[in-house]
């Protein structure tokens, strides 16, 4: 994983503020119409992205390094049982670790049945990815991880039984910052607006799906579990009586 300090101070320059805006606008689009019991936002940053959510349980876990979460620990084990998130931010994580599949893999299984997850990522084919072609590591943070396309990602998302709702792609601006160009502002510009696959930044949105063999009384069972700490009695099965074997 990268070093995650690294990632704390370019957030705070104009360039990562001027693409943290960006990504909290559309994070405030989407979240706003999503509802559940739980969210998490996983990422390299501590900037929450769900201030707009009606979702009343949300959490931050970040992984150390001086970036400050409600939850510290390890991507790789995520402190929560199978399908029990509604709604999970992966925030520029999949970018800065060694086994990027393993880690989304690890996300989609504690995301309930219908759960969304948002997975932002950098955009290669744009230019933000040629400058990270041309001049690699020695740039810092963001260019030091591995980007990756959305048709990548899809299909990793696909094998884990996510189905893709949309790809939203911002930032198309230059992947500097000037005093002197003042950069597009979100919902303005040809690219935003047509939804160009070139912007420096994609969301993908994807909804869990899952097989018939899911019971879904399980499922109602863990619902019931999150409003109180007591557990609902199980339904009582009533038996037919059987049929006397002696003939009259």
């Known amino acids: 994983m990268t070093d995650l300090s690294s990632a704390k101070q370019w957030y705070q320059t104009a360039l990562g503020q001027r693409v943290l805006g960006t990504e909290k606008a559309l994070h405030d689009e989407l979240l706003e119409d999503l509802f559940g019991y739980h969210l998490l936002q996983l990422g390299t940053g501590e900037t929450p992205l769900f201030n707009q959510s009606p979702i009343q349980n949300c959490n931050r876990m970040t992984f150390g390094g001086g970036v400050h979460g409600d939850l510290v620990g390890s991507p790789m084990q995520i402190p929560f049982a199978q399908d029990q998130i509604d709604v999970m931010l992966v925030h520029h994580l999949l970018e800065y670790v060694d086994r990027p599949q393993a880690i989304l893999a690890e996300c989609a299984r504690v995301v309930m049945p219908m759960g969304v997850m948002i997975v932002t990522l950098f955009n290669?084919?744009?230019?933000?990815?040629?400058?990270?072609?041309?001049?690699?590591?020695?740039?810092?943070?963001p260019f030091e991880g591995e980007f990756f396309t959305a048709y990548r990602v899809m299909d990793w998302l696909n094998v884990l039984n996510f189905k893709i709702d949309r790809v939203l792609f911002a930032e198309f601006g230059f992947p500097w910052a000037f005093r002197s160009l003042t950069p597009p502002k979100f919902g303005l510009g040809l690219g935003r607006r047509y939804n160009l696959p070139l912007g420096g930044v994609y969301m993908l949105v994807a909804r869990k799906y899952v097989g018939p063999l899911t019971p879904a009384a399980s499922l109602l069972r863990r619902r019931s579990r999150r409003f109180s700490g007591i557990g609902m009695a199980e339904p009582v099965t009533s038996q037919r009586p059987q049929a006397s074997s002696s003939r009259l």
Request: without cysteine; aromatic residues 12%.
């Open 124 to 141: 290669p084919l744009s230019l933000w990815g040629l400058r990270q072609k041309v001049v690699g590591r020695p740039a810092g943070y």
